[in-house]
């Protein structure tokens, strides 16, 4: 129990960080060149915010969240999503009285959802967000949504689609609601037991659900896209000519809703099939109402998320590798009692920008170079009792096993 994690948790380990540092630079850099800053928000908020935010409805805030009473007696919940948490930020300090949009980002955030962990499925795990205040128009849909895609692109992902589709607004979605229901009604028998509560209080999570015998009764259900008023249709033609703009392959899939209730017009998701089913590895889509029922003015907003455990498992999954870093530029050894030398020597390549370090174990020389190779490291300086006479240190190349001998303050420059 101690020394074991809780249950869908993970661990990265030292020696696996790399992998994480190279995507979040990535993901940095795909943000900025679209001009969306990086946001951090507190791990845990006030639990009210996601029942407003989220929706009651939903899976995460019916089953999946982690709330708790704090020593002052408030609830709290650790985030179990984004955005809710972009927003009262967003809120809180006013940010929408900036010249808009405002786009934003958040990297690596830890999110929290007590599901029952499998493969790329987790209680903690991390996403990159993007989110964009204050602008209605679709080409923001479509720039998201190209962002995400040539991120996973130029990690060299290939097998990825891009599925869209439109939810609606408050003013069509009602009536879509009622036809929706009306089918459901008829068969309602083979629906899971969730999807009952659901058919009573959201139709349209049914359309959401992963049960085999749900996703068959919906098969032939209405779809959204028929009953769209004429303001959200334009918004969804005007978001597929953006992207029709560019090379990006997408379709069209009337059955995604996504998990949270806060969505309106765009919705979109990026999935990937693996061995084992298909895998989403970004969701997003618009949320014009949101800021309002957070007690804002209203605003429109659109975002999405991005796991980064399933983006790895997906390069795995691939075979595509992330360039590992050396563990050390040089490895300083040296023998006899030349250790201060050798420290000393180490302090001065690290100040010249250099990856450096010793043994400070007791190893012979023999064992310190053993070490040495072990790390991967290309340069090896001795100071033995000659070099250290001479103020000189022995540099071995350890791949081509050439040897030189330089001053001790050449010695960064000449490894450099
Ligand atoms: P799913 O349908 O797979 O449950 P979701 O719709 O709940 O996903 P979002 O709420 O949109 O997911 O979260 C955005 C992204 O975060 C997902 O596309 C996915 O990459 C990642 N994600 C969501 N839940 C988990 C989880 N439990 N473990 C790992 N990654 C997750
Ligand atoms: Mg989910």
Known sequence: MLTQAPRGTRDVLPADSYRWQYLESKMRLAAAEAGYREVRTPVFEHTELFLRGVGDTTDIVQKE????????DRSITLKPEGT??????????????????????YLNAPVFRYEAPQAGRLREHHQF??????????????????LAYNLLRSLGVSNLSVNINSIGCPNCRPKYHAALKAYLADRLDTL???????????????LDCKVPTCKAAVADAPSMLDYLCDDCRAHF?????????TEIPFRIDPRIVRGLDYYTKT?????????????????GGRYDNLVEQLGGDPLPAVGFGMGLERVLMLLDGEGIEIPRPALYDVFVTYMGDNALKAFSLVQRLRLAGLKADMDHCGRSLKAQFKYAGKTGVRWVA???????????VKLKNMETREECLV???EAAAAVK
């Open 237 to 245: 033609a005007k978001l597929q000519a953006c992207l029709g703009q």
């Open 382 to 392: 001795t100071i033995g009792d000659e070099e250290a006479a001479a103020g000189k």
């Open 267 to 283: 919705v979109f998701e990026l999935i990937t099939t693996t061995k084992d089913g298909s895998l989403t590895v970004c969701g």
């Open 192 to 206: 899971c037991g969730d999807c009952r509560n659901r058919f009573e209080r959201n139709p349209l999570r049914v």
């Open 407 to 409: 001053p001790v303050a």
């Open 65 to 72: 969240m982690y709330t708790f009473q704090d020593k002052g």
């Open 84 to 105: 809710a948490g972009a927003v009262r930020c967003l809120l809180e300090h006013n940010l929408y009285a900036d010249a808009l949009p405002c786009k934003m980002y």
């Open 129 to 146: 967000g993007l989110e964009c205040f204050g602008a209605q128009d679709a080409s923001v849909d479509a720039e998201l949504i190209l």
